[in-house]
C-alpha cells in the first residue's frame, strides 16, 4: 500500500519492487535509502503519518521523566518526527533535548550495534553511565553488553 502511494504503482509493480528491495537490502527503506535518500525520507513519513488521537497525555510518566537526572534522549528506529509528535500527544513534549531516528542511524535499526554506535558518537554517551529504557528487550543486548 505505501509503495503503491508514495510511487504511484499498481499492486504488480509495488510487489516486484518490495521482491527487488527485500532480499537484496533487508528492507525496503534500506533499498530506497541506497538508491535515493529522499525516496526513503518520504517513505518514512508516509508510514508513520498515523493517527494518534488514540494517545492520552500521560502526567506521571511525564513527572518520571522529568525526575531523570541527566539530559534525555529518544531513539527511535521510526521517523524523528513521528517520535517527536508521538512523544508530544502523551505530554511529554520539551523533556528530551533530541531524537535520534532510523535516518541518522544511517538506515540501521536496533537492536544493530552499528546503530547504537552512531547514537553513541553523535551525543557522546558513555553506555557505561547512561540508562536507557525500551519497549523490547532486545533492543537493551548492545547497551547492556558495552556497560
Do not use: C
Not at 72 to 86: M, P, Q, V, W, Y
Not at 106 to 126: I, M, Q, W
Amino acid at each position: 500500500m505505501f509503495l503503491i502511494e508514495l510511487f504511484g504503482l499498481d499492486g504488480q509493480s509495488a510487489r516486484a519492487l518490495l521482491q527487488h528491495y527485500y532480499p537484496r537490502h533487508g528492507t525496503i527503506l534500506r533499498g530506497l535509502g541506497e538508491d535515493d535518500i529522499h525516496e526513503a525520507e518520504r517513505f518514512l513519513e508516509l508510514l508513520h503519518d498515523i493517527d494518534r488521537s488514540a494517545l492520552q497525555p500521560d502526567p506521571a510518566l511525564a513527572g518520571e521523566i522529568a525526575r531523570l537526572p541527566a539530559w534525555k534522549l529518544i531513539f527511535t528506529n521510526g521517523s524523528r518526527n513521528h517520535a517527536i509528535l508521538t512523544a508530544r500527544r502523551l505530554g511529554l513534549d520539551g523533556l528530551f533535548e533530541d531524537a535520534f531516528d532510523i535516518m541518522a542511524a544511517r538506515l540501521t535499526s536496533k537492536p544493530a550495534e552499528a546503530a547504537y554506535e552512531v547514537f553513541f558518537d553523535k551525543f557522546e554517551v558513555d553506555p557505561q553511565r547512561a540508562a536507557m529504557f525500551e519497549d523490547l528487550p532486545k533492543n537493551l543486548a548492545v547497551p547492556k553488553a558495552k556497560a
